[in-house]
């Protein structure tokens, strides 16, 4: 894998990451009997899922890719998918900086209710699977199979990362955070725009990225 396509598939991941990490931060805001445990538990499942999505969104896009009218407008399924949820992100970050700030109420943690907030989070990530044969991997070498294992890698462990630090920080900073959040979101879709972009005009001119 070149270092420009790392590069972007690390974009990508962690775009789409944004979303679990504005939940991690609510997560660490309300629940009060986090330990290290349970700490961990959050990021792990975040990851999982965001990893698992994509790698099934670029097999049933295996089954399509075959017909050739399908292959001719593909970069544009890609696009579509691609500006759908990077739009999609901008508005609802939007309409979050919008609502007046609220008191949140402590609980305690729940393995279901993060397990659900996993899945809800990582349905966008399916679609980046589409976008994995599309264009993120147009330029690799070799099995692309093994590149697309490779990428959702790195997306997993990218949210990974992205959601234990949202946790941390919303233990430490708590609701004084909610906004930020919405900035980082709002941030996130714009980088999903650019790379739509980058996949529809890379199938045309040959970009040195």
């Not at 009218?69 to 691609?82: C, E, N, P, R, S």
């Not at 943690?109 to 679609?127: K, M, N, P």
């Not at 990218?158 to 906004?179: D, R, Y």
Request: hydrophobic share 55%; net charge positive.
């Amino acid at each position: 894998m070149t270092f420009a396509i790392f590069v972007t598939v690390f974009l990508a991941g962690l775009s789409l990451s944004v979303d679990a990490f504005a939940v991690s931060v609510s997560d660490g805001m309300v629940y009060r009997n986090l330990d290290k445990k349970r700490g961990v538990a959050i990021p792990l499942t975040f990851g999982i899922f965001q990893a698992v999505m994509p790698i099934i969104g670029y097999y049933v896009y295996k089954l399509f890719s075959g017909i050739k009218a399908f292959t001719q407008f593909d970069h544009w399924v890609g696009f579509a998918l691609l500006v759908f949820i990077g739009g999609k992100m901008i508005i609802d970050g939007i309409r979050e900086l919008q609502l007046p700030e609220r008191d949140v109420a402590p609980k305690k943690f729940s393995f279901l209710e993060v397990f659900i907030q996993g899945v809800a989070t990582s349905i966008d990530a399916l679609a980046l699977g589409f976008t994995l044969g599309t264009g993120l991997l147009q330029n690799a070498t070799g099995n692309l199979d093994v590149w697309a294992w490779v990428s959702v890698a790195i997306i997993g462990v990218t949210t990974f990362i992205v959601v234990l630090c949202g946790t941390i920080i919303g233990v430490k900073v708590g609701k004084l955070f909610t906004k930020k959040a919405s900035v980082a979101t709002i941030i996130g879709g714009a980088v999903l725009l650019l790379i739509a972009v980058k996949i529809v005009v890379g199938s045309y001119v040959a970009l040195p990225f």
